[in-house]
């Protein structure tokens, strides 16, 4: 277990609907990242945010959108879904520094339909 | 920016044979570098890291991996494999005095067949 709670496990939703993937982090960790993995583009940075603030940004779309509140959870947001938004979202948290490795949840499906 | 390469796609090896899985990465700053391994429905587990010092690093479930500078890889290996190393491993860099985000490797498809 890594302490890095992801939820919903799964989502299935409509084509133009939004929908919220929630993250919590391991307890101390203050940074927190979003990845996106699929069969045909890997394992994508989207965002990093560190202590509330953003600190890096990938490879996001304009209809994604990402935060983090003052009890250190995170939320990404995904709107006007497609189907090619289908994939697998991890989140990971680290503490901030010197190569502090990332630990990953258990991710969350998406599947637009 | 960096770029990681893991050479091979697919890997199959019979159990208790040796396995090497290769990477190699691109950047023109420091990097440190990482072993992720993501088994079926999971999410990825960290291996092994190499921050500095000591070329050879050892990490969790017996395997090991060896940063070359020169040749700017990182592979990883093990000496004898068992069934339930079937899994799929990531290879990773992140840059020194940067962001801590992850660069990843396409990833290497182990299977370890009886």
């Known amino acids: 277990d890594s302490g890095v709670t992801q939820t919903p496990k799964h989502l299935i939703t409509a084509t133009g609907q939004r929908v919220t993937l929630r993250c919590s982090p391991r307890?101390?960790?203050?940074?927190v990242y979003w990845y996106q993995q699929s069969l045909d583009q890997g394992l994508q940075f989207l965002i990093q945010?560190?202590?509330?603030?953003?600190?890096a940004k990938g490879n996001i779309l304009e209809r994604f959108s990402a935060q983090q509140f003052p009890d250190l959870h995170s939320e990404l947001n995904l709107s006007s879904l497609e189907l090619g938004d289908s994939a697998l979202y991890f989140c990971?948290?680290?503490?901030?520094?010197?190569?502090?490795?990332?630990?990953f949840g258990n991710g969350t499906r998406l599947t637009v339909t | 920016a960096q770029s990681v390469t893991q050479l091979d796609s697919q890997v199959p090896v019979f159990e208790e044979a040796p396995v090497e899985l290769r990477c190699n990465y691109s950047?023109?700053?420091?990097?440190?570098l990482f072993w992720y391994v993501q088994y079926p429905n999971q999410g990825l587990q960290l291996l092994l890291k190499?921050?500095?010092?000591?070329?050879l690093v050892k990490g969790i479930n017996g395997f090991e991996a060896e940063f070359n500078k020169s040749q700017t890889s990182f592979h990883l290996r093990k000496p004898s494999v068992h069934i339930s190393d079937t899994a799929e491993y990531f290879c990773?860099?992140?840059?020194?005095?940067?962001?801590?985000?992850?660069?990843f490797g396409k990833g290497t498809k182990l299977t370890v067949n009886p």
């Open positions: 990773a860099v992140s840059t020194q005095g940067g962001s801590e985000k992850l660069v």
């Open positions: 945010y560190y202590n509330g603030e953003e600190r």
């Open positions: 190499y921050l500095s010092g000591s070329t």
């Open positions: 950047s023109s700053v420091s990097v440190y």
């Open positions: 990971a948290s680290s503490v901030s520094g010197g190569g502090s490795p990332l630990h």
């Open positions: 307890s101390g960790d203050l940074s």
